[in-house]
């Protein structure tokens, strides 16, 4: 049983990597690896603590290449995690060496069905452009001034949006005199870091 459950964590954990499955594996690899943990019989944190940091210099070593020895301690201290967890030398070899193969192949098998680990990095340039793009539109804006007119563009009950320049983007707006009606014009009465505070004109 921990055997299968030492695989299943590790196949998780290489679907999390390589392909967009990524809420799925880390489901797969947190699970069975808590569960191979458990049916072990762990006693200590030590084990689990060693696995993680092996798992993490890994990690380390795939996204920052080196010369290799954030990868060899990386699995020096998960066999050592798998070690203290069985206490048994023969039992470790044969779990990791199972899951080890089992991962290789379904690597393989992977990378040639097109998968690879720019899938990941699909994901970090996604969030980058979205931040540039946020960034960019407010570098557009104009800058604002208290007495500076506007437009409500929805109702500001008391909250809403309102335009300040035509055609600009709209921001979010506190009015300190109650419900305004969309259309209506307003004026900046106060600017308290991002709040902006507005009044009928």
């Known amino acids: ?6 695989t299943l964590g590790f196949i998780g954990i290489i679907f999390l990597v ?11 690899a947190i699970g069975s690896l808590v569960g191979y943990f458990y049916y072990a019989g762990v006693d200590s944190w030590t084990p689990i603590l060693l696995f993680i940091v092996g798992l993490v210099l890994i990690a380390l070593e795939v996204f920052i290449p080196g010369f290799g020895l954030l990868g ?22 044969r779990d990791l060496t199972i899951a080890l193969i089992t991962s290789t192949i379904l690597v393989v098998v992977l990378i040639r069905s097109g998968y690879s680990i720019s899938n990941l990095d699909k994901i970090v340039l996604k969030a980058n452009s979205q931040q540039s ?17 506007g437009e409500a563009v929805t109702p500001l009950r008391p909250s809403g949006k309102a ?39």
């Open 163 to 201: 335009i300040f320049e035509e055609n600009a983007s709209s921001y979010d707006v506190l009015s300190a005199e109650g419900h305004v009606a969309r259309g209506e014009k307003v004026v900046i009465q106060e600017i308290l870091g991002t709040k902006i505070v507005v009044r009928k004109k």
């Open 133 to 149: 793009m946020e960034i960019e539109e407010t570098e557009k804006k104009p800058q604002l001034s208290i007495g500076m007119v």
């Open 18 to 28: 390589l392909t967009p499955w990524h809420k799925t594996g880390t489901i797969v």
């Open 72 to 93: 060899i301690l990386g699995v020096v201290s998960v066999a050592l995690g798998l070690y203290f967890t069985t206490n048994n030398f023969g039992l470790m070899i």
């Open 1 to 6: 049983m921990e055997t299968l459950l030492l």
